[in-house]
């Protein structure tokens, strides 16, 4: 059984920065591609980021590229979400994803989706 607990979500003023944490359990993740995703009030989840667990090959929306990073450390196995000059627009609830797949998905059709995370970018 596959769970994904995330953690580090907060408030935070814009132009600030947020670590997020991802925990991965429940099998070996090196055919898995990894994403995180965020869904704002009102709005569609929406992709943010993704990476190959094996290889590290990153793929990021437009509106966070150069902002966000994403990371995995296999020894923990733990994904990152490092984001930084954070804006109000970047504010909701921040998913992380696990997908059976060599190849990098921006879709939301992952097959293991942990419970989420809050993120408010407010002065």
């Known amino acids: 059984q596959v769970q994904l607990v995330e953690s580090g979500g907060g408030l935070v003023q814009p132009g600030g920065s947020l670590r997020l944490s991802c925990a991965a359990s429940?099998?070996?993740?090196?055919?898995?591609?990894m994403g995180w995703f965020r869904q704002a009030p009102g709005k569609e989840r929406e992709f943010v980021a993704a990476?190959?667990?094996?290889?590290?090959?990153?793929y990021y929306a437009d509106s966070v590229k150069g902002r966000f990073t994403i990371s995995r450390d296999n020894a923990q196995n733990t994904v990152y979400l490092q984001m930084n000059s954070l804006k109000p627009e970047d504010t909701g609830v921040y998913y992380c994803?696990?997908?059976?797949?060599?190849?990098?998905?921006?879709?939301?059709?992952?097959?293991?989706w942990g419970q989420g995370t809050q993120v408010t970018v407010s002065s």
């Open positions: 994803a696990a997908k059976y797949t060599f190849v990098v998905v921006t879709t939301r059709a992952y097959d293991y």
């Open positions: 429940g099998r070996t993740f090196d055919s898995y591609t």
């Open positions: 990476i190959r667990w094996s290889g590290g090959s990153t």
